[in-house]
């Protein structure tokens, strides 16, 4: 009698152990897996700025500023352009196909008249530019069909060889385009080529200003990208020159003179950039998030500091707190994410946009004394 009413207490027992086992294992294997910001950042849309080459492509010295330009045109990366151009013409301005496309992005006729601005198709500069203006084309005609920017910039590449025609008549569809073998081995070397850089659209967030009237908002967005744009880790010195918005080097290396290391992925630096730069605030620490320029903020009577409870709380150019991190609310921007603030990142972001994210341990700064 004792053992039968023993055995269900001891099953109950064991079920109850093996349960609460589970439930600890499964704790420890999502605070492992749990995404940390860069992680999470790491899923969105990230862009390549027209200023940076990713890519495996050398681009002739004479040739450089064309192709940035030609990009920036385009909404493509410059990895894209420079080996676009490489598999075109191999760098030859002169070249001429046996079909009659000609000069460095070979130019039919035809396109050339349309694209070409009066240009000539031997001249470099003008066929560079061309070729921005025309793949912005392109990339506008296929792009409510394509899924993501992989299959925006292959569909724009195959519309640039095989003619938009075509894609169009193959219903935007890589899978029969690719049974052309010219167009399929033409995207292929060239993506590769760019080292699969499929990023596209890394516009500036506009109303940007040059600075000295206070506008903390004007200047940093002036001075970041508005999408986020995310680097392979790196602690060089100048590590994401390339990759920050130009406008943002000459910035920072003449506010922040004294930086050393750091220079473009540094947020402390970009916050310090724009407070020093919109003039709002001249004497703004060049960096130290947690350790000097937080409580700077908080015995400072420039800044009212708060806890946000929510999004609702904050005021466009509010500036953000987070244990090691500093960024500017901007306010919503844009549809799609990191829409909402602008930052840097140490090591991996030059200025460009994030996402405001929740609260807690947030502190806000609001300038209540220009």
């Not at 055995?7 to 600890?24: C, Q, S």
């Not at 990230?46 to 385009?74: F, R």
């Not at 130290?288 to 806890?307: A, I, M, R, W």
């Not at 991190?325 to 602008?342: E, F, M, W």
Request: glycine share 10%; aromatic share 8%.
């Amino acid at each position: 009698m004792i053992v039968r009413k023993l055995i269900p207490t001891l099953l109950g027992a064991a079920v109850v152990f093996t349960t609460a086992i589970i439930l600890l294992i499964v704790l420890v294997l999502g605070l492992l897996t749990a995404p940390s910001e860069d992680a999470s950042a790491a899923e969105e849309p990230t862009c390549t700025p027209g200023g940076g080459n990713s890519s495996a492509v050398v681009v002739p010295d004479e040739y450089q500023d064309y192709v940035d330009a030609a990009a920036k045109e385009s909404g493509l990366s410059v990895g894209i352009i420079a080996a676009q151009l490489k598999a075109e013409s191999n760098w030859d301005p002169k070249a001429v196909s046996p079909v009659g496309a000609k000069g460095l992005a070979q130019f039919m006729p035809a396109t050339w008249k349309e694209f070409g601005n009066g240009g000539d198709p031997f001249n470099p500069k003008d066929a560079i530019a061309a070729q921005g203006r025309y793949m912005k084309h392109l990339r506008a005609v296929v792009k409510d069909h394509a899924k993501g920017d992989k299959n925006l910039v292959e569909l724009t590449l195959a519309a640039y060889n095989a003619g938009p025609g075509k894609v169009k008549e193959l219903g935007y569809d890589m899978n029969k385009i690719n049974m052309i073998e010219e167009t399929r081995n033409y995207v292929e070397n060239i993506t590769k080529a760019a080292k699969g850089d499929y990023t596209t659209d890394c516009e500036d967030p506009g109303d940007g200003g040059t600075g000295g009237d206070g506008d903390i908002l004007k200047t940093a967005k002036h001075l970041a990208w508005d999408k986020r744009v995310k680097l392979p880790r790196s602690t060089a010195a100048r590590h994401g020159e390339d990759a920050a918005k130009p406008e943002y080097v000459k910035a920072s290396q003449k506010y922040n003179k004294s930086v050393t290391t750091a220079f473009f992925t540094d947020c402390g630096v970009y916050v310090a950039t724009v407070m020093r730069m919109s003039g709002a605030d001249k004497k703004f620490p060049l960096r130290g998030t947690t350790d000097v320029q937080l409580p700077y903020l908080k015995q400072s009577d420039k800044y009212k500091t708060f806890k946000p409870k929510s999004e609702g709380d904050l005021k466009a150019g509010d500036i953000m707190i987070t244990p090691g991190h500093i960024y500017i609310y901007s306010g919503k921007r844009r549809s799609g994410p990191a829409n909402t603030s602008l930052a840097a990142s140490l090591y991996t972001r030059p200025p460009s946009g994030q996402d405001t994210y929740g609260f807690g341990s947030y502190t806000a700064a609001r300038l209540v004394k220009g």
